[in-house]
């Protein structure tokens, strides 16, 4: 496709705009003696079903992903409660992708973000706070629309959340790109005709981002 044919880019969140969430989660595990990528595991069991799944969806409250949580962790043989996981789920705004936002705006194209989140808490991966003075709550404010699993009831990588996000924007798939940290969550996006970009860090993002474009993200 032609550089002129793409009208927006959407953004996943945590693991985009911030560095990753991984990164938090590894650091707990090693506080705590745990397996390397455990918090990982956990919620990659039972993906679709299971404590993070269903609070991503809005189906259960923090203390019941506590439990909930706790239980699978158990169940894989260790100790390791939600709350804790929670609370290591902000991450930090990476200041070059901010950048990059302000410049495609200037260049005309729309921006959006579609972020897989909990209701519960404050950060990253959490639901928004409303509040303008926040350091997220302004970068979010750069986005045309923002669609929070959380709020929306359906999460990546579920089609209609894609979906749902260009219906908003009135535009085909095929104009939109598409960057997440997760190949999961890219695959559906370029199955629908996004051009999808897998997020492994701030500067990859940006320089891919710049090839298909056409324009410099990262000076």
Known sequence: M??????????????????????AFNRLEAERGLPQD?????????????AWALFERAEIDAARFDALFAAEAEALGHA???????????G?????????LDTLTGA??????????VPAGHGAGMARSGDKRDAYEQVFARFEHVIESSKAGV?????????????????????CIYLDDLGINCKPAAQLG???IKVTSGEQALADLSGVLGIDLLS
């Open 38 to 50: 455990f918090v990982r595991k956990v919620n990659a069991t039972n993906p679709d079903s299971n």
């Open 194 to 196: 996004m051009h999808a």
């Open 108 to 117: 005309g194209y729309r921006l959006a973000c579609i972020t897989n989140n």
């Open 155 to 175: 999460r990546k990588p579920d089609p209609r959340i894609y979906l749902m996000m260009c219906d908003h924007l009135g535009l085909q798939p095929a104009q």
């Open 80 to 90: 390791l409660d939600g709350a804790s996981v929670l609370a290591v789920l902000s």
């Open 2 to 23: 032609a550089q002129a044919d793409y009208k927006a880019v959407i953004f996943d969140f945590g693991g985009v705009i911030t560095a990753s969430p991984f990164e």
């Open 92 to 100: 930090s705004i990476r200041p070059a992708m901010v950048s990059a």
